[in-house]
């Protein structure tokens, strides 16, 4: 069984531009997440999608969005990029959590944004 | 709010020798803990969780944890340590949805692990 998927590896823009994450999920799963790894800022929360909604958002400016498609595999935007959004951006996969019920989240490999 | 502290920023052990890892949590219910572990530049390998139940669990790699409610722990522990092991170790706390925090994972910052041959 294929897990996360994550594209492009790695992606380099300048201060500015837009960046698109690409993130597909386990097979299966409806939940996706999205985490910023940032140097010195340690894993921290960026977005939930479950069932093509977003469900929750960390402590980011709305210049980062996404969304989630039909198939479930889901997008990361960020717009006007900024020197500090140089990080490690990693999707994570569960089932749905409308049940109720526990799940674990399966990681992706990552894709490594650097900013110019 | 939930919050994940690892003491231990850097550790050093030598292969063969016995390994525990550090994990507090602050959270005001029941929590949902995970340990992960990372090598560089890859993402978050899972090797294992508490939901319920026995509080000693089993993981892959050799791995197990204790669930300490009265000491709010976690802690990661391997009798004999491999070179393979080593990596950077992250424990993390989770929220059921429903409780409104959300679902998604608070982390601790992460303990370094460098083994010695």
């Known amino acids: 069984e294929a897990g996360v998927t994550q594209s492009p590896t790695h992606l380099i823009k300048t201060r500015g531009q837009q960046a698109t994450l690409r993130c597909s999920p386990i097979?299966?799963?409806?939940?996706v997440y999205w985490y910023q790894q940032a140097l010195g800022l340690g894993l921290q929360f960026l977005l939930w999608y479950d069932e093509g909604e977003e469900r929750n958002r960390g402590n980011f400016p709305p210049r980062f969005s996404g969304r989630q498609f039909p198939n479930y595999s889901s997008e990361l935007n960020v717009n006007a990029l900024e020197l500090e959004d140089s990080a490690l951006y990693l999707c994570?996969?569960?089932?749905?959590?409308?049940?109720?019920?526990?799940?674990?989240?399966?990681f992706g490999p990552g894709t490594r944004l650097t900013v110019l | 709010a939930q919050s994940v502290t690892q003491p231990d920023i850097h550790i050093t052990v030598s292969e063969g020798a016995s390994l525990e890892l550090r994990c507090n949590y602050s959270y005001g219910a029941t929590p949902y803990l995970f340990w992960y572990v990372q090598s560089p530049g890859q993402g978050l390998q899972l090797l294992l969780k508490y939901f319920s139940g026995d509080t000693l669990v089993q993981g892959i790699k050799g791995f197990e944890a204790e669930f300490k409610r009265s000491q709010s722990s976690f802690n990661l522990r391997k009798p004999s340590v491999h070179w393979s092991d080593a990596a950077e170790y992250f424990c993390?706390?989770?929220?059921?949805?429903?409780?409104?925090?959300?679902?998604?994972?608070?982390f601790g910052t992460g303990t370094q692990l460098k083994v010695e041959l």
């Open positions: 993390a706390v989770g929220a059921l949805a429903l409780t409104g925090g959300g679902n998604k994972l608070t």
């Open positions: 994570a996969s569960s089932s749905s959590r409308t049940s109720g019920s526990t799940d674990t989240q399966y």
């Open positions: 097979s299966g799963h409806t939940s």
